[in-house]
C-alpha cells in the first residue's frame, strides 16, 4: 500500500480545506479508505471512512456535519472535504484502507494547522 497525501495548509478558525490521497499498490476500487489524524503525543484516530463503492460514508464525532469524504476510483483518490475548521483540528492528516492492522504502512501525512 502506498499513499500520498496533500492538500494541507495553514487555516483560520472557520476556514476549509480540502485534503486528496493518491493511493497505489493494491486494488483500490476494492478497498474502503479512511482519513486519519494524529496530534503529537496522542493515538491516530480515525476522522472518516468510505466503503470501495463510494455510497456509503461515515464519520466519528469529530468530523460529522463538518468534513466530507469521497472518492474517485477512476483516479485512485480519496478526498477529505473539510468546512469550519477548529483549532483543536490541528493534526497531521493521513489516509489509509479501513481498517488498518498492524502490518499497515503510512505516508508521510499532510499537515493542517488551524490558527488565527
Known amino acids: 500500500v502506498q499513499v500520498v497525501e496533500s492538500g494541507g495548509g495553514l487555516v483560520q478558525p472557520g476556514g476549509s480545506l480540502r485534503l486528496s490521497c493518491a493511493a497505489s499498490g493494491f486494488t483500490f476500487s476494492r478497498s474502503a479508505m479512511g482519513w486519519y489524524r494524529q496530534t503529537p503525543g496522542k493515538a491516530r484516530e480515525l476522522v472518516a471512512h468510505?466503503?470501495?463503492?463510494?455510497?456509503?460514508?461515515a464519520y466519528g464525532n469529530i468530523a460529522k456535519g463538518r468534513f466530507t469524504i469521497s472518492r474517485n476510483n477512476r483516479k485512485n483518490t480519496v478526498s477529505l472535504q473539510m468546512n469550519n475548521l477548529k483549532p483543536e483540528d490541528t493534526a497531521v492528516y493521513y489516509c489509509n484502507q479501513f481498517p488498518t492492522t498492524v502490518a499497515h504502512t503510512w505516508g508521510q501525512g499532510t499537515q493542517v494547522t488551524v490558527s488565527s
Open positions: 468510505i466503503d470501495n463503492s463510494g455510497l456509503n460514508p
